[in-house]
Every structure is written in structure tokens, then in C-alpha cells.
């Protein structure tokens, strides 16, 4: 049934008469509404009902959210020329409670932000300009949190880029084989587990203290960056997995989406390959702001991060297929095996540029 979308949105501290409510934008997790109102000078809103299927304890991941861009706002709105309400989303308080969410009668969980208008964002990049851009605004967005006063974030969702707790996952779901489909997709389990071994690696790192946990976005995938019409990146939104990471994460999914020249479900695989010019553009952009407080290590295995990333996501699609299509949205029956699918030949691409990728990123750090 379709949620009453004017009653929900009578629920937060909002300006504006409620004109509209449609589906809006292409999320995987979330159910989001572009909220129009009456007003002209009046702002419209996202409004989500949040997937508590995947986010397990939402007053905990608003509470990260609450923290994370109140910090950000205040940093932004001490910069000359800067716009908070551009740069940084905003939540809109519920008014009964003074809560970031509304659960209505059927224990659904809702949260409103203002719509950042006039955005533009791109599933993946052709411009070297946008690229720079993408990469400049995550290396603030790394730099800005960097110094979060409080406990550590909640880890909204645990082990979420753990790849070897994900390997854990994809071997129990192929054992288990809930949908009957592990015998059609043996080629492909097999590309995840001839690569397991060399995954582990930042992992380790981490475990050994070579390179530190830093607060991270963990979805960077391109289209979480808005930009302006002058194509100028504006701020990161999905801010639901920001959390302890390693910035290899954040580094890794942004190539992984902006840099392939095919969409991440392409079925014409001869397509899906890595820009390494859109690859530079992005380090470009990235370490202009980053560079500072990365340590030696985290530098030496930026080429790396890309395809850790792209391997995490194939293998998240695979268990996804196995376990039966129960985690992401789905708009065709295979389509998280075409995920996949893309996803290794996108890998193959970036082994066969690894030097490439190496050599661009020694020349950034001399
Ligand atoms: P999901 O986790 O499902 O990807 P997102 O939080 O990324 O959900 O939101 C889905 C889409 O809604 C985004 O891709 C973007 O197009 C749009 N969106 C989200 N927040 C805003 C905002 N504050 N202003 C404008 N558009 C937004
Ligand atoms: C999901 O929320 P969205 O659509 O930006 C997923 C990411 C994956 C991505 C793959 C919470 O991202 O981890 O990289 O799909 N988010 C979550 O497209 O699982
Ligand atoms: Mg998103």
C-alpha cells in the first residue's frame, strides 16, 4: 500500500504546504520521496522510509547522522562564500518528540532532509572537471571529520566492508544454497574465490597497525555525490554507513562507479573497463585535500583500493543471488548475477591497469 506521504510529512518541523510526493532518485536500500511544496520560495524535502531491514537500529544511525553533519555544518559555515544548506544535508526535527525520525502506525521508520535543489549527479563520469571534483569533496568530507569530538560512530551496519566476515557470508550461503542456484553459477563463485587471499590485505594492515581506522563514508558509489550546475561538487549524501573505515574504502567505490565506462549491472561486459584518465582526475582531486594526513602505506595501497572495492561489491552481489535476492532492490529476476558479472570484468580491467594506477599515484607523492 502506498504510504500517506502529506500525513507523514505533517509529522516534521518543516516550512511549506505539502504539494506533492513522488518516488524520486536511484537508490538501492531506501524508499525516497522528493517532497514538492506549494510555496515557491519555500524549500522541498527528501523524505525516506528507512530500510530497518538492512539499518538494524535507526535511533543509532540517526544519532551518527545527527552528530556527523551537525559537526560538518558548523566547519562549512566558517568557510568565506560557503552555503551550509548546499553543502550539507540537513534533517528536519519531528515536532512531537524533537526526534530525527517518525515511525508511523505500521512501525515504519521515516526521516525528512531539505532537498538540495538544482543538483546534478552522475552514475559514473566522463569529465576529468567532475572527476577532480568528486575526489576534492570526499578528501574534505575524510579531513572535516577527522576530528569529531565524542565516542567513535556506531557501526550502523557491522563488518560492512569486513570482506573477510563477506567471504564468510558468500561460503554459508553457498553451502546452504537457499534458491537452488549455486550449480548455474559456478564460474563466477569461482573468479570470488581465486582472489581471496590477496583481498585480505588492508585488512591485515589495519590488524597490524599500519594504517589506522579514520572516519569514513563507505558508499562513495558517484551518484551519492551532488554537484551544482556548474559542476561543482556540492557535498556527499547516503550518509548512513559513515563510520570507522579505512579511507581505502571511500577511495575504491568512487573509482569503482565514476571511472567504469559501463553501468555497474552492464550487460555488454566488452564495455566495462576503467577510465585511467578519470582514475587520475579522481586521485588529482582526492589528494589535493587528503595527501596531508594519509600515512606512507595508506598512500602505497591507494591502486589497490579499487579493485578491493569492486571485488567486495561482486562478491555482495553473488551472496546476493545465492541467499534468493533478499538484500538489494532488484528490477529483473538476474540482475544481481549481471551485477556481478560486471563487476569481475571491471576487476579484470583494473588488475591489467594495477602499474598504470601505481605509477599515477607515485607521481602525486613526490
Ligand atoms: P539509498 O541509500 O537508497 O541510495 P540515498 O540516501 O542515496 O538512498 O537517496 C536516494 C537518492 O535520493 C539519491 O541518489 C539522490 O538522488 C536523492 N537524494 C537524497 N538526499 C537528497 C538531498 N538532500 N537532496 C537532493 N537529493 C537527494
Ligand atoms: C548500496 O545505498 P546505495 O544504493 O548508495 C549499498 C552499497 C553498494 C551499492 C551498490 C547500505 O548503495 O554498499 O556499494 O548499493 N549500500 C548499502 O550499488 O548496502
Ligand atoms: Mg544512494
Redesign the pocket.
Known amino acids: 500500500m502506498r504510504a500517506d506521504l502529506q500525513k507523514i510529512f505533517s509529522h516534521f518541523g518543516a516550512e511549506g504546504t505539502f504539494l506533492t510526493g513522488e518516488s524520486?532518485?536511484?537508490?538501492?536500500?531506501?524508499d525516497?520521496y522528493?517532497i514538492i511544496t506549494e510555496e515557491k520560495d519555500c524549500d522541498d524535502y527528501?523524505l525516506?522510509r528507512i530500510?530497518d531491514n538492512v539499518f538494524r537500529d535507526v535511533p543509532k544511525l540517526q544519532e551518527n547522522i545527527e552528530r556527523v553533519t551537525g559537526h560538518l555544518r558548523r566547519k562549512i559555515a566558517l568557510i568565506p562564500g560557503s552555503d551550509p544548506k548546499r553543502e550539507c544535508?540537513?534533517l528536519l526535527p519531528v515536532t512531537a518528540t524533537g526526534k530525527s525520525y517518525h515511525i508511523d502506525e505500521e512501525g515504519n521508520f521515516w526521516r525528512m532532509?531539505?532537498?538540495?535543489?538544482d543538483?546534478r549527479?552522475y552514475e559514473r563520469v566522463d569529465s576529468y572537471q567532475r572527476a577532480y571534483e568528486g575526489g576534492r569533496v570526499i578528501g574534505r568530507f575524510q579531513s572535516m571529520l577527522a576530528d569529531l569530538p565524542g565516542e567513535p560512530l556506531h557501526e550502523t551496519i557491522p563488518d560492512f566492508h569486513n570482506i573477510e566476515k563477506r567471504l564468510e557470508s558468500f561460503h554459508k550461503v553457498i553451502d546452504e544454497d537457499p534458491a537452488g542456484r549455486v550449480s548455474q553459477v559456478r564460474e563466477e563463485i569461482e573468479a570470488i574465490t581465486s582472489r581471496e587471499e590477496e583481498m585480505k590485505v588492508i585488512i591485515r594492515m589495519g590488524r597490524e597497525g599500519r594504517i589506522p581506522v579514520r572516519i569514513t563514508h563507505n558508499?562513495t558509489?558517484f551518484?551519492?555525490i551532488?554537484f551544482d550546475t556548474n559542476d561543482r561538487a556540492l557535498c556527499l549524501?547516503?550518509?548512513?554507513t559513515v563510520m570507522p573505515g579505512y579511507v581505502h574504502y571511500d577511495f575504491g567505490d568512487a573509482i569503482r562507479t565514476a571511472a567504469n565506462r559501463a553501468d555497474e549491472d552492464s550487460n555488454d561486459l566488452e564495455t566495462v573497463s576503467m577510465d585511467i584518465e578519470i582514475f587520475k582526475a579522481y586521485a588529482e582531486g582526492y589528494l589535493s585535500e587528503a595527501m596531508g594526513t594519509l600515512n606512507a602505506t595508506e598512500i602505497e595501497y591507494i591502486p589497490f583500493a579499487p579493485k578491493l572495492l569492486t571485488y567486495i561489491m561482486a562478491t555482495r552481489f553473488l551472496t546476493d543471488y545465492i541467499a534468493g535476492d533478499i538484500y538489494y532492490?532488484i528490477s529483473y529476476p538476474d540482475h544481481n548475477l549481471r551485477r556481478n558479472r560486471a563487476q569481475i570484468a571491471l576487476l579484470k580491467d583494473m588488475e591489467a591497469k594495477y602499474d598504470q594506477m601505481t605509477q599515477i599515484i607515485n607521481s602525486f607523492n613526490k
Open positions: 524520486f532518485g536511484p537508490g538501492h536500500i531506501h525516497t522528493r527528501i525516506q530500510n544535508m540537513t532532509f531539505i532537498f538540495i535543489s543538483h549527479s558508499d558509489k551518484n551519492n551532488l549524501i547516503d550518509l548512513d532492490k
